[in-house]
């Protein structure tokens, strides 16, 4: 590529990025769904700790700060226009479970569901809580870690691209490409 560079407007300047579908409870039990492109892993294994940016003037950072508890669901590609609508209304107007024919299952840890259309669900308790502009930083430390067993080999090691998840970049939603090498 060339060495020239064009100065551009810093919006979500890093790409690409993961879309969660992450699932949080109201006082009387009953289930929310936001779709999120700020999603990261902050400490990976002691404690495992993930990270969730939710503007304050989301319902689900309302419901979030009070309950203290989140479920992080990985959407599959195939999934891809209940992401989309999942985030463009929000849960005081909706019941986004019923309304987009999504499947809550009992988590294990925590009070929010998972998603049975998601193959992989993230436990999370809130630990900290910090403004960063615009965007509320949720620490959630992991208390369960679900996966299905497709997405898993004869050893039990997760295939990622057996999710083929929905991968985020300036307004525009991708599969996951192809292996370029394994690693590990
Ligand atoms: C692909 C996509 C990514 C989004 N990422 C975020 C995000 O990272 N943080 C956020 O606060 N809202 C994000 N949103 C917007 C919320 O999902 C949307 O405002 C949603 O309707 C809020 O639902 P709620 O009011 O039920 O919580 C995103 C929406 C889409 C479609």
Redesign the pocket.
Known sequence: MTAERVTCEPTRPIFPSP?GLITSVDAAGRP?I?????VFNLSIRDPVIVGI???PA???HELISAGGEFVVNLPPAEMLER??Q???????EVDKFAQFGLTPLPATHVAPPLIAECPINIECRVRDVQTIGD?DLFQGEVLAHHVSPELLDAEGRIIPERLSAVV?AHWSFFAMGPLLKRWR
């Open positions: 879309t929310n936001i779709t999120l492109g700020e940016a939710i503007a989301r319902y689900s992401v989309l999942c985030g463009q209304v929000s849960g005081r965007h985020f």
